[in-house]
């Protein structure tokens, strides 16, 4: 089972700045948060990740608690392309963890 | 760089023949995990190999259903005697590996496999 709880769906305008909350209350010590989102059909595209610090990437923002049991991911533009399935999940990084994919948000970026 | 290559992209079966999914990891990836996403689903985990040896197959079925990743060519994941519930996108990913670290998993466009 996922180790991870979002919101089934959001709604976002165009431009704006979209917010996505995930909440990993169980997070152990050495468990990662990755993003990943899946446009449509095709494969599930990495976003970022993180352990304990803010972390920045060219696609978005990753904002995580300091006490690790939540994180927000954001994407400071949004255009229509955003418009996805994203997936909060939570990994440890040793070898043989594979993904747990919840059912993920999803996001609408309304034009 | 090249990413992650699944052939072929759209596979139609008979029930009861066999499917072949193939894999080419991004290049210096030596980790293999292989997806399933059944329609209006989300994606769950079937295996993950290493060149020549599976590590975890927790999440394959215990008939029909094989892979492997061997020393040389892409990864295969075969089903014998497809059925229709076997119709779903296999995705596969692909991971590098530094010290104990394994990292972030870059996927595949798929394979939509459609029994008839």
């Known amino acids: 089972d996922a180790k991870t709880t979002q919101p089934p769906s959001m709604d976002c305008a165009e431009g704006r700045a979209a917010n996505l909350p995930c909440n990993h209350s169980?997070?152990?010590?050495?468990?990662?948060v990755y993003w990943y989102r899946q446009i449509h059909s095709q494969g599930p595209q990495y976003i970022i990740h993180g352990l304990k610090n803010n972390e920045t990437n060219e696609m978005a923002s990753l904002i995580i608690t300091e006490d690790r049991k939540s994180s927000t991911l954001i994407l400071p533009h949004a255009t229509l392309r955003d418009t996805a399935v994203y997936y909060c999940i939570v990994r440890p990084p040793s070898g043989g963890q594979n993904f747990v994919f919840g059912p993920g948000t999803r996001l609408s970026v309304l034009p | 760089n090249a990413g992650v290559m699944q052939n072929p992209r759209h596979l139609v079966r008979r029930r009861g023949q066999e499917a072949r999914l193939r894999c080419s990891p991004m290049?210096?990836?030596?980790?293999v995990y292989w997806y399933r996403q059944l329609p209006e689903e989300g994606l769950k985990f079937m295996v993950y190999?290493?060149?020549?040896?599976?590590?975890?197959e927790s999440g394959m079925p215990k008939e029909r259903f094989s892979a492997e990743f061997p020393k040389e060519g892409p990864s295969i994941l075969r089903i014998q005697q497809v059925v229709r519930g076997d119709s779903a996108a296999y995705f596969c990913?692909?991971?590098?590996?530094?010290?104990?670290?394994?990292?972030?998993?870059?996927f595949g466009p798929g394979t939509r496999l459609t029994v008839t």
């Open positions: 190999l290493q060149k020549e040896n599976i590590i975890d």
């Open positions: 990913a692909s991971s590098r590996l530094a010290g104990d670290t394994v990292y972030e998993q870059y």
């Open positions: 290049k210096g990836h030596s980790h």
């Open positions: 169980t997070i152990s010590g050495n468990e990662y």
